[in-house]
Structure formats: structure tokens, C-alpha cells
């Protein structure tokens, strides 16, 4: 079993929809959560950060983690053409990045105009 | 501020061929990385660099060899490719160790081992 399971999708929404992202996990001593955006044929790119339980927000964007259930989500609203892309989850066990950062396979997600 | 480059964008090798992957970063950080991402596994650490000058391997080093040239480049070595090897293999950076810290990626290589 792997320590973090992600949806692969494909996931088509229609444009200004609300979308949710969700990785579960195995090991309740993950404490930092991320979420990477990818787009096809790029780098990954940071979108959210957060520490232990709680939502967090920014823009059009917000993270939630529930570390009772061992389950993160990504909210997307209004969404747009543009958040057209693969999700990636990832997680780490303590502040120090030089260890192992378990990444989720990904969700493609598509917003359809 | 051009962030992470990599070279080359695509490659195709034969088994048992070699190669280096280039990867330069002008942000001035501290700590490098090498990952590789291949369907249904998610992204997996082959080595890091925490400072210039030192090297230790992460999740899937075996078959790769690295160097930290100076603090802003690290290379990744295939000494003898096998098909195993062919994957998108991606280069990272962040200023420092922390998680906390915003790590930033390269645009990736394909690689191809025939």
C-alpha cells in the first residue's frame, strides 16, 4: 500500500465550477502538506503550504487538512481554462526538506470553456 | 532570473550508453535536487545536495552518480543507462532545508533508453 493515495482522474469540470482535490495517507506522522501544480511538459510549481490541521487560503484557492481522517483536499473555485493541469500532493514528516517528501502520483484535472 | 535550466530537454539512449544532466539555478540557494517521475509513482528523490560541496542519495539512487560543481550548478550521471532509467527526471531548488521553504523545479528532461 502506498503512504499516499491520489486520484488519477481524469477530472473535466465545467469553467467556474468548484473543483476538490483529494490525497489520502497511511502514516499519521506526516505534519507539512503541499500542493504542486504541474502543467503538462513542466516543472511542478508550489500552490499551497501548510502545517498540521486546518484550511488555509489564498485566492481562489484553499487547503484543507484533517489529520483525524489522514486526509488533505485542494478547493479550486471559479474556476478557469487556465487551472487546466495535474495536482500533486505531498507531504513530509518534519520541517527538514532534505528528507524523504512524499509526493501523491497526481490528478489531472481539465476546465472546460 | 532565468530560476531552474535544465539540459537537455529530451534525450534518447542506448543501453549501456552514458550521460550527464545538466541543471543550473542563479536564485542563489543552498539546497539541490533530483528527482525522477514516472506514471503511477509520483515524484521520487534520487539524490540531494544540502550545500555546496556535499552530495547524499535519496529514495532511488542506485544507477546515477552526482556533483555539486559549485554552488549553482548539479549534475546527474547514467553511467551505463539501462531501460529502467527512462523517465522525466526533474531538477529542484530551495534556499535552505525546510520544508517551509518554497522549492522551485526545472522545466524537466525525457528521457528515453532503448
Known amino acids: 500500500q502506498k503512504e499516499v493515495e491520489q486520484d488519477p482522474g481524469p477530472l473535466s469540470v465545467p469553467e467556474g465550477a468548484i473543483v476538490s482535490l483529494n490525497c489520502t495517507y497511511s502514516?499519521?506522522?506526516?505534519?507539512?502538506f503541499m500542493w504542486y501544480r504541474q502543467y503538462s511538459r513542466k516543472g511542478p510549481e508550489l500552490l499551497m503550504y501548510?502545517?498540521?490541521?486546518g484550511n488555509k487560503e489564498d485566492g481562489r484557492f484553499t487547503a484543507q487538512v484533517d489529520k483525524s481522517s489522514k486526509y488533505i483536499s485542494l478547493f479550486i473555485r471559479d474556476s478557469q481554462p487556465s487551472d487546466s493541469a495535474t495536482y500533486l500532493c505531498?507531504?513530509?514528516?518534519?520541517?527538514?526538506?532534505?528528507?524523504?517528501?512524499?509526493f501523491g502520483t497526481g490528478t489531472r484535472l481539465t476546465i472546460i470553456p | 532570473n532565468a530560476g531552474v535550466t535544465q539540459t537537455p530537454k529530451f534525450q534518447v539512449l542506448k543501453t549501456g550508453q552514458s550521460m550527464t544532466l545538466q541543471c543550473a539555478q542563479d536564485?542563489?540557494?543552498?539546497?539541490m535536487y533530483w528527482y525522477r517521475q514516472d506514471p503511477g509513482m509520483g515524484l521520487r528523490l534520487i539524490y540531494y545536495?544540502?550545500?555546496?560541496?556535499?552530495?547524499d542519495k535519496g529514495e532511488v539512487p542506485n544507477g546515477y552518480n552526482v556533483s555539486r560543481l559549485n554552488k549553482r550548478e548539479f549534475s546527474l550521471r547514467l553511467e551505463s543507462a539501462a531501460p529502467s532509467q527512462t523517465s522525466v527526471y526533474f531538477c529542484?531548488?530551495?534556499?535552505?532545508?525546510?520544508?517551509?521553504?518554497?522549492?522551485?523545479f526545472g522545466p524537466g528532461t525525457r528521457l528515453l533508453v532503448l
Open positions: 505531498a507531504m513530509s514528516k518534519t520541517n527538514f526538506g532534505n528528507e524523504k517528501l512524499t
Open positions: 529542484a531548488s530551495r534556499p535552505g532545508p525546510f520544508v517551509s521553504e518554497t522549492q522551485y
Open positions: 536564485m542563489n540557494h543552498n539546497s
Open positions: 501548510t502545517y498540521s490541521s
Open positions: 545536495s544540502a550545500s555546496e560541496g556535499t552530495t
Open positions: 502514516n499519521s506522522a506526516f505534519q507539512y
